[in-house]
């Protein structure tokens, strides 16, 4: 295994976790915190970083990019963007209500993110 897919592969995997722990220590608390906002950037970036080694991969290996893969990958880091600006938004002027239902809005992203997750452990054990 190269070096940089070991990097990769550390880094999808450290936002999987950070991701997780956000999501559902939020869904857990019942309220969104400032340690929940932390925690969804750091998957974020991870995410971020994971994927953009994961492309330098694929551009190394010409043809070897999945696209369902990148549109799925794109799509998520988005949506992890747009949580994560929200997440700020929602704590520093949402109201008390909002801060108890944004898990929702976490949740449906957090699963959306799985997809290429899921989908790129199957491409690479293929």
Known sequence: MSPLLLAAIVFITL???FYTT???GERR????????????WLGLCCDTTGTLLMSRIASQNAGAGNPLHAVTGTLAI???LI????AVYTLRRGT???????HKFS???WLVWLIP???GMVIGMG
């Open 15 to 17: 936002a999987l976790i």
């Open 22 to 24: 956000g999501v559902f």
């Open 29 to 40: 608390s019942g309220t969104l915190t400032v340690r929940h906002v932390v925690i969804f």
């Open 78 to 80: 988005v949506l992890m």
């Open 83 to 86: 949580h994560a600006v929200w």
């Open 96 to 102: 008390e209500h909002a801060r108890r239902i944004f």
């Open 107 to 109: 949740l449906a992203v």
């Open 117 to 119: 997750y899921v989908l």
